[in-house]
């Protein structure tokens, strides 16, 4: 796991993005969600999820790359741990499964940061918190944000039916009503962060 108060930021241009076969969602709609979440919970218990935020930079600001879902939905890459996986290995493997070309050889070389944040779902709804109410002995889902410090260079194979966007830390700032509040919220997460901007 790699630990830095500094984090280099590379830009935009200097990765390959490419695509590979579509990755079909589960639900087709937060409700079908919220269902195969509860079957889930049922069999496995609370379900642990852990998300990547990846930084690059353009025009001199850390911008964040999020999977966008048809025209409005975005998301980090990341999902679902098999249960008693790793954290760190989870997310690799999660995350070669969202943006990695498919023959091995060209993963990436996923350097995990730290967890910058972690999010409590307390019932089958789609409100989270960045704390576990107090009341609550039985939360559905814990999810844990990852820091992912990105090499010089990659290549990212996005599957056909998503995009890939880099969005800038101004733009998700308090912006809940288009991201959420888990992805609005972390440019406070990486404020105590220094961005080492390296311009190519």
């Not at 990846?54 to 679902?80: A, D, S, Y």
Request: proline share 8%.
């Amino acid at each position: 796991m790699v630990s830095s108060a500094i984090v280099n930021t590379y830009p935009l241009s200097s990765y390959t993005f490419g695509t590979k076969e579509h990755k079909m969602e589960k639900d087709t709609s937060v409700a079908d969600r919220l269902a195969r979440m509860k079957v889930n919970y049922m069999k496995e218990g609370i379900r642990t999820s852990v998300e990547g935020i990846l930084l690059v930079q353009e025009h001199n600001h850390p911008h964040i790359l999020l999977l966008q879902i048809g025209n409005t939905f975005c998301k980090l890459p990341g999902g679902r741990l098999k249960p008693g996986e790793n954290e760190i290995e989870g997310l690799k493997r999660k995350l070669s499964s969202k943006l990695a070309a498919n023959p091995p050889a060209n993963q990436p070389n996923w350097k995990i940061g730290e967890c910058v944040a972690t999010w409590w779902r307390p019932n089958f709804e789609t409100i989270m918190y960045p704390y576990c109410p107090p009341h609550i002995t039985k939360p559905k889902e814990c999810k844990k944000l990852y820091l992912v410090h990105l090499s010089e260079r990659e290549y990212f194979a996005v599957p056909k039916n998503l995009k890939l966007l880099a969005v800038p830390l101004f733009e998700l700032y308090d912006n809940v009503q288009r991201y959420g509040p888990v992805i609005s919220t972390i440019p406070q997460q990486l404020s105590r962060l220094q961005f080492n901007m390296i311009h190519q």
